[in-house]
């Protein structure tokens, strides 16, 4: 009789503020870049699963956009797509950078998501401070000791160890069959995943003289077994902002096509044909209307 090993399954709500570091720590676990990574708060717009298999269990990583509370209607639909990841779960990891207060943890400790499920704070940056520093702030996340199933000290500096982590997470996912085949590391559509590392190019090219309130829209898309073609129009609410992406006789767009199709050449192994376009949507951000035209479903 053949003795087969129970598996394990379970999706894993990574959560925290804006600008913790969660995309940054999915790349890490995942051993490959796939989530979007900016200096730019509130980056990352839309849940994106990112899968580790580890032992007998699958690991179903949801990066989420930043915990936070704004009144424009792309940052309440950013705070749904984190509460859905959360009630969607089987458990919340909660991303603490140690220089934080306790102020953001006990906001999120009041939402009605945190109290339906596990959770486990992942103590992170702690190479940032000495040893005394996250020893104190340990012992202040004590106080809410019946809250939270673990803390775990962290550091991608310092290469701390992915087993650690899975091991402890794997402790609380419920037995069941693999979700996904397990070559898979990501369920998003390619689609998805090349508007995102446009949108990374996009603030990586201009930094802070592109707001927050800009997006990519990926129009059509040919996948061929060596080249991808790909077009692509990116968003912005007013026609100086159109302009500082095309910039003089059009040299910046091209600077900017040329990082992006890296970008997307470095992910897909392939050679990549991408033409960019730029749409002027005054107020788009604030316009349930363009929203879901754009993509974003509420």
Excluded: C
């Excluded at 708060?41 to 936070?68: C, S, W």
């Amino acid at each position: 009789m053949i003795n087969q090993e129970k598996t394990k399954a379970g999706y894993i709500a990574v959560v925290g503020r804006p600008n913790a570091g969660k995309s940054t720590l999915l790349n890490y676990l995942v051993g490959e870049k796939l989530a979007m990574v900016s200096h730019k708060a509130q980056a990352t717009r839309k849940r994106m699963n990112i899968i580790v298999m580890y032992e007998n269990a699958q690991l179903i990583f949801v990066d989420t956009p930043g915990i936070h509370h704004q009144e424009k209607l792309i940052n309440q639909f950013m705070l749904e797509e984190a509460l859905k990841a959360m009630g969607d779960s089987d458990l919340i990891l909660f991303l603490m950078p140690v220089t934080d207060k306790l102020d953001e943890y006990k906001q999120f400790l009041e939402l009605e998501s945190t109290k339906e499920r596990k959770h486990i704070v992942l103590l992170t940056k702690v190479d940032t401070v000495s040893n005394d520093k996250v020893l104190k702030k340990l012992m202040e996340l004590n106080e809410f000791s019946d809250k939270f199933s673990s803390v775990i000290p962290w550091s991608i500096k310092h290469k701390s160890k992915k087993d650690i982590l899975f091991s402890e997470i794997s402790k609380y996912l419920p037995e069941s069959p693999f979700l996904y085949e397990t070559e898979y590391t990501t369920t998003n559509h390619i689609r998805d995943i090349y508007k995102e590392f446009i949108r990374e190019a996009l603030f990586d090219a201009f930094s802070d003289e592109i707001p927050y309130e800009s997006d990519v829209v990926i129009t059509k898309i040919f996948e061929e077994d060596t080249l991808d073609k790909v077009y692509a129009t990116i968003i912005v609410e007013k026609e100086t902002q159109k302009g500082i992406i095309v910039g003089k006789k059009g040299d910046d767009i091209k600077r900017l096509s040329i990082l992006a199709r890296k970008k997307l050449e470095l992910f897909s192994q392939k050679k990549i044909y991408l033409e960019l376009h730029i749409s002027v949507k005054k107020g788009w951000s604030k316009s349930r209307e363009t929203l879901e035209e754009i993509g974003y479903l509420f």
